[in-house]
């Protein structure tokens, strides 16, 4: 089992920037595949990025790519997200997840976080 504690959350402008971060503790953090999710108020949940459990292997939703930055320090048992110019449809709760192999599927990760709020104002 992995236990899983996100944080970063915030509220911020419209082009601001913030970085979320995933704290797990339990077993080996580095057998792990990560990935972010976002839930916005009324709708699914739906997937934000992914990465490998080495990190030489990422995925993005087309609507951050280029945006958000998915990455990882297995010393630190960590995943963060960069979050770079953020939009207010970026607003959502996101959710950090584990599971062995990377992919794009919430139905497939094993393990989920509590959540953090992440508000974009216009």
């Known amino acids: 089992q992995v236990q899983l504690v996100e944080s970063g959350g915030g509220l911020v402008q419209a082009g601001g920037s913030l970085r979320l971060s995933c704290a797990a503790s339990g077993r080996t953090f580095s057998s792990y595949a990560m990935g972010w999710f976002r839930q916005a108020p009324g709708k699914e949940r739906e997937f934000v990025a992914a990465?490998?459990?080495?990190?030489?292997?990422?995925r993005y939703a087309d609507s951050v790519k280029g945006r958000f930055t998915i990455s990882r320090d297995n010393a630190k048992n960590t995943v963060y997200l960069q979050m770079n110019s953020l939009k207010p449809e970026d607003t959502a709760v996101y959710y950090c997840?584990?599971?062995?192999?990377?992919?794009?599927?919430?139905?497939?990760?094993?393990?989920w976080g509590q959540g953090t709020q992440v508000t974009v104002s216009s």
């Open positions: 997840a584990a599971r062995s192999f990377v992919g794009v599927s919430a139905s497939r990760y094993d393990y």
């Open positions: 990465i490998s459990r080495s990190g030489g292997d990422t």
